[in-house]
């Protein structure tokens, strides 16, 4: 029985040929039918279908399948969270006016390599190193792909087959397995805990060093904090001390300021330069965490170690590509006007959000949404918004939200219809409440809430 309905499937011509298929690609309707007819047939041999649907149906389903086909994977999205930094959400947002300006580089030739002035052969390099030179007072600098390869090149230029001391306090795993001992062991250092889980001293290393450590490493406890019954050395210390003994200092400081937190009326937060002028012989950070920029890891500080970094033949292997380089050289350009920076680099933008002004803008977007939604509950309430991307893990960021409580369907399914939106919105759920946080919204999101809410109210 199932056969027969088999022989009935509709053949490829008589679906492609359909009126509704008029105008488009015959290539993408052949293949959207030829999906469809693949769905079809497996039904049926499955037994879980049991009659045919009508020549117009599966062209209605056909030409649902060609727009569905230009739905990319990777799609832009509202990050509605409230976490500044989030890491399934792509980190850092450039914001399209530093992207736009980033972007036309991928459109053409550029002289990613090529020095206009000479007419020869240049560095990829060169586009930033002034800049960070400039912004955080080293002497030579580079970047690659990420932080994590940073740490690595760097631990394998230096350190290979050194002994190197690490506090207990720091050897941490970052995520994606990104473990530092098990980083050192892969570039061929010696790693040698120095203190105990809580408490570290500077004696400690030096006991190390009789022992004989060769290099001092610091890492940032990025996504954690070591509270109670503690102590720890400061970089400032630890590099007095690696001066003294001459040994180098390298600061893994996962997560830096190129500006001033203080201009963002945060309380806390190392800046880059504040990793240099503690003394590090070389300090390592991303570049799509705190300072706002596209993925990239940023290598600083002495010179001969720097050279050394570049030339080192697995540098080639995490290098940056000219898009990234063009994004943070629009970056850096702008953190030397750090209240342009503020206003223009978005993650700085969220951080440094007034709450006063995050509430009035609450106010207005539940204006909207009560509009849209009118027998759902819409209410505005404070957050406590987060920095995110293991960067400032105790620093809760004071923020407002719209509360959005769905009548007639749950919360759970106002959240999927959100997710599944034409432009997708990730919002946060608490207390059977949706939570659109104001102070990750880029420019224009607002429009676009009020719109995906609509949809989500209206069931589409
Ligand atoms: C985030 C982080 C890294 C990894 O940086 P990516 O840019 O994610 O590769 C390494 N070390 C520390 C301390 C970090 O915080």
């Known amino acids: 029985m199932e056969n027969n309905i088999l022989k009935d499937i509709p053949d490829m011509n008589s679906l492609i040929n359909h009126e509704l298929f008029e105008g488009l690609e015959r290539e993408r309707v052949k293949r959207a039918a030829r999906e469809l007819l693949g769905e079809l047939r497996s039904k049926v041999l499955e037994g879980t279908l049991r009659e045919l649907p009508a020549l117009d149906e599966c062209a209605r389903r056909i030409l649902i399948k060609v727009e569905e086909d230009k739905i990319p994977s990777l799609r832009g999205l509202i990050n509605a969270t409230g976490i500044v930094l989030h890491t399934n959400l792509g980190r850092a947002p450039l914001g399209m006016p530093l992207y736009s300006d980033a972007a036309g580089i991928y459109g053409r030739y550029c002289n990613l390599e090529y020095d206009l002035k000479t007419g020869k ?7 930033v190193e002034s800049l960070i030179c400039e912004l955080t007072g080293a002497k030579a600098a580079m970047v690659v792909n990420n932080n994590a390869a940073a740490v690595f090149l760097m631990l394998l230029t230096v350190a290979k087959g050194k002994r190197v001391a690490i ?36 004696r400690d290393y030096a006991a190390a060093v009789e022992k004989g450590a060769e290099v001092l490493l610091k890492v940032h406890t990025s996504n954690y904090e070591i509270v109670g019954f503690t102590e720890s050395v400061t970089i400032d210390e630890l590099a007095a001390f690696g001066r003294e003994k001459g040994l180098p200092v390298l600061y893994d ?24 002028q503690a003394g590090s012989d070389i300090i390592c950070f991303s570049g799509d965490k705190l300072m706002g920029t596209a993925q990239s890891g940023i290598i600083a500080g002495r010179e001969d170690y720097i050279a050394a970094i570049k030339k080192h033949p697995l540098a080639r292997i995490v290098r940056s590509d000219k898009l990234t380089i063009s994004a943070l050289e629009a970056t850096l350009r702008l953190c030397r006007y750090p ?35 009118p027998s759902w509950k819409v209410e505005v309430c404070r957050t406590e918004d987060e920095t995110g991307g293991g960067s400032l893990p105790n620093m809760p960021l004071p923020g407002w939200a719209v509360a959005v409580m769905p009548e007639g369907i749950s919360v759970h399914e106002l959240d999927e ?44």
């Open 339 to 373: 209240g342009e920076a503020c206003r223009r680099i978005p993650v700085l933008a969220m951080l440094s959000a007034e709450p006063e002004q995050l509430r009035r803008r609450a106010l207005s977007l539940a204006e909207r949404l009560r509009s849209v939604c």
């Open 417 to 460: 219809r959100l997710r599944m939106g034409r432009i997708p919105v990730i919002i946060r759920i608490n207390d059977g409440a949706a939570l659109v946080s104001l102070r990750t919204l880029l420019p224009g999101d607002e429009e676009a809430v009020v719109e995906a809410i609509g949809s989500a109210y209206n069931g589409e």
């Open 121 to 127: 052969r240049g560095s990829r390099y060169s586009h």
């Open 167 to 202: 506090s207990r306090g720091e050897l941490v795993e970052i995520g994606g397995s990104f473990r530092i001992p098990e980083i050192m062991e892969q570039s061929g250092a010696e790693l040698m805990e120095v203190g105990t889980t809580n408490k570290t001293r500077l």
């Open 253 to 276: 400081m996962g997560s830096c300021f190129m500006v001033e937190p203080k201009l963002l009326g945060l309380p806390e937060g190392e800046t880059a330069r504040s990793g240099i």
